[in-house]
Every structure is written in structure tokens, then in C-alpha cells.
């Protein structure tokens, strides 16, 4: 059962002049409608009239405090201009990777605004997906759906997965393959064919639930098969099986133009910008920092050199990610270049490496720390009066708080930081010796200027004699390269399909 009508005209919901930057899809038993976007200094913006159209929200703009109150029947968010930070009723901070902003006689928020703000006050579920610029609303089927490829020499692999789980219907269409899922809408995200392959040339999602392959001159067959998959995913496997040998450039190009499918030219989702490109490692302390020291003589230095060295080739070999180091010898760094060296090359993801120390001989165990905003805000309180700022609440009064510059930058990110976090943790459970894995956020100073989702990850214990034997093992140093690694497979799963992440607090 399809509800969804034909793709409304692209005109700006509210009428406004037509914006630059692609619209989102607002998508809905009621059926597909647009949400201009406009690019404001690298951020996707849209408008609150625009968004109050489509959801109903009340926008009251209150020129004393400054603010602008968005309110959905009894609940609404803060809004105040040049501050990332927005309070929502019941006095629940959120944080936007951009400030509300004035354009004209228009307000914009982030496109974060929808899940971060939206989909906590609304009645329905509202999820944004980044990968296929879809907004969902309330009780429409879109599954997410990712494709790995597999190129043996002879066959070429693609494994689908598909969440929640779905069969694909699969056809051939002259030279094209076309998987039709049962759905209202695909969220989809496919790494382009390998190259050189010859029977693949393209893949892409058609609206409103169809995956088109393109075969190339090299396809000779295809078949399906249904690999064991984990959890909510269903998997489906096609093996395109290529002719013996290579063809001829020649009769390619005599091979007629084959029927467009569908018939009218259809949008393409378009290949997303991978979420995760660099990456920073930082092996803390260094040069006459040598951080704690265990009994038997190990430096917290030198462990953490060791790790993030691992850490790195695990990454680049397995992911294909640049890694950047903070250091990579036995050097002093001051803490704020590195957090400025991520900065500075836009790292995606920034992970600093330590090993603990602890009067109690007895404490053992890992634990990965993210900032905290709740704490940042409490110590923030008791910083200097002169960079209060003044954020006003709903129902009139405001909240008082010191927004010092460093804290802004990873205000942002904590949500994916502690998204991270928690993978990591999930991750190591299984690393082999580790007696335990806890997750803290705290107001970690040397987090708080990142522009990225960044850890701290205390790796063990020098001070307990058990934990720095671990530290010292190159399996136990692989264990932890690994299970970080597969953590950042499942964050840049989780940003390139917007998957909701925790909340800030
Ligand atoms: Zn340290």
C-alpha cells in the first residue's frame, strides 16, 4: 500500500524567494513535501516559518529578551541569536552546530533543529536522515539500507542489508537489475561500484522504493542468496557473474538505448559526503611528560605512543580514513595544539589516548571520557562575570551562564561524543583481560575546544601491576586498536544515516 503522492512542485512552502541550497523532504502518510535549505557558512539552515507550516509550531518572537520561543501545543525550545545553545522546556539544554540566524525577515535554525529540538517535543515520531535528506514523519516505512561489495575476479558480490528487515522483489530489465522493496520511501546509501569491474557501472536508489543497478559489458548472469544476517537486518546477497572473457569496446556501442524504467526521469538520492574522513590521534603526554608511571617501569608516554601507532595502521588498512597524529615520537605537545591540530586540519573525529593512575593499588579497568555539558555549565557558573551570558527560558526570567570561548566548539558534538563513547565501551567489553569499562562525561578541559566528536580514553591502570602488564602486551594494545576502530565504523554508520544519537542529557 503506497499513500504517497506524485513529488509536490518545489516551491518554497511559505512562498518565500527560492533559496539556493537542495531541499530536504518532508515525508508523511500525507505525502512527500519540501523543506528549502539554504547554506549559511557551511551549515544547512531552514527556515522556522517554513517549519512551522509543515509541523504547526508557534513561533513567538519576544524582542525584549531577545529570544525566539518555537512552541508545539505545551512544549517549547529557546531560541536566542549567536548561541548554539537552546533551552527547552522542563530546562533541558540543547546544542546546535549553528546559531539561530537572522536572514532578512526570516529566522533560521540548523537542520540538526529537526531531530535535536523537533522530535523531542513532537507527538509523532520525526527522524531526520541526512544520507537521503528525508525528514520522516510518524508511521511511514523506510527502511535503511547499505550495500557492501565483494569482487572475487569472477563474480561480483553486493550485499544488501536492510533495517527493518525486508525482501526485495528483483527483476532484470534489459541491463539493468531493479530491487523494488516494500516500502513508502528508501533511506539509502551506497559507496560507488568498484572500479574496472565491468559488470556493475552504477547503482542508486529511484523513488519511491526501487534500488536500479546498472549492468556493465562484462554481466553475463546474476543470482540471489540470503547470507545469515544480525539483528533488525535483513541481508541479501546478488553475485553478478561475469562473461569469460573481457568484451570488446565495439559492440557495446551498438547496443540499442534500452526503455527508460521508471518512464519519467526520476530524482536520484545523490552520494552523500562520507561523515567520517580524518581522523586525530592523540597520544597523550610526551618529552619530559611522561604522565603516570607503573611499577615495573612503564610510562603512560610510551604506551600511549604505542597504541595510537596501532590504532593508526588498524584505521588506515581497515578504513581507509586519513589519521593524523598529534605526535609521533617522544615529544612534549601543550595541550591546546592538540586539540588545535584537529581543528585545523577538520578533523571528523578526534580521540586522545591515556593510561590512569590511582593511589588505590586495587583499581583496574578502561574508561572513555566525553565532555559534559551539564558540568561544563556548573563550572562555567563559576567562571568570571565577565563573559556571562544570559539565555532566557520560556514563561519569561532567563538562565545565567558563562559561555567561555573554549567551551563553545565541542558544545556541539557532545552528543556524538557520547554516542562514541558508549560504542567504544559496547566495543571493548569483549577485549580480552580487560577487568572494566565505564563511561564518564566530566568537564574535560582538554575536550572542550574540539570541533569534532572527541573522547578521552583512559586505557587502564599504570598503578595497578595487572593493568600495566596488559599495557604492555602487543595483544592487548591490538584488542583496544580494534575495538576503537570497529566503534568508528558503527559512528559513521550512525552520522551518514542520522540515526538518532543519545541525548545531551
Ligand atoms: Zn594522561
Known sequence: MYLLGPLLLASAVSGQAPTTGASLTILSREGRRPLPVVDVQGHQMAGLDDLSNLFQLTIREDSAANAVTVSYKTRTVVLTPDQSLASMSGGRLISLPAPLTRQGRRWLVPVEFISRALAPMYDT??????????????????????????????????????????APVITQDQNRLLLRVEADALDALFPPPPSQNGVMTAIRAVEPNTIVIELGPRFASYRTSTPVSSGAAAAIAIDLVTTAAPVAAAPVASVPEPPAVPATPLPVF??????????????????????????SGLTEKDVTLAVARRLRSTIENRLGIRVLMTRDDDARIDADARVSMANNNKADLFVSLHANGSPRPSARGAAIFSLGLDKVEEDARRQSQANREVLPVYGGGSREFSLVEWELAQASHIEES??????????????????????????????????????????????????????????????????????????????????????AQ
Do not use: C, W
Open 270 to 295: 545523490g552520494a552523500p559526503r562520507p561523515s567520517i574522513r580524518t581522523i586525530v590521534i592523540d597520544a597523550g603526554h610526551g618529552g619530559d611528560d611522561p604522565g603516570v608511571k607503573g611499577a
Open 125 to 166: 515520531r520525526v527522524e531526520f536522515r541526512p544520507a537521503s535528506r528525508l525528514v520522516v514523519v510518524g508511521d511511514v516505512r523506510v527502511p535503511r539500507i547499505t550495500a557492501q561489495y565483494e569482487d572475487s575476479g569472477g563474480t561480483l558480490r553486493i550485499t544488501f542489508e536492510i533495517t527493518p528487515k525486508a
Open 418 to 503: 557520547t554516542a562514541f563513547a558508549a560504542l567504544v565501551e559496547q566495543r571493548l567489553k569483549d577485549t580480552a583481560g580487560l577487568a572494566a569499562v565505564s563511561i564518564v562525561t566530566a568537564p574535560m578541559r582538554s575536550l572542550a575546544g574540539a570541533n569534532m566528536p572527541a573522547i578521552s580514553f583512559e586505557m587502564g591502570y599504570l598503578s595497578n601491576p595487572e593493568d600495566e602488564k596488559l599495557l604492555r602486551s602487543a595483544e592487548f594494545q591490538n584488542g583496544i586498536a580494534l575495538a576503537v576502530t570497529d566503534a568508528i565504523v558503527a559512528l559513521r554508520d550512525r552520522l551518514d544515516h542520522g540515526q538518532a544519537v543519545p541525548a
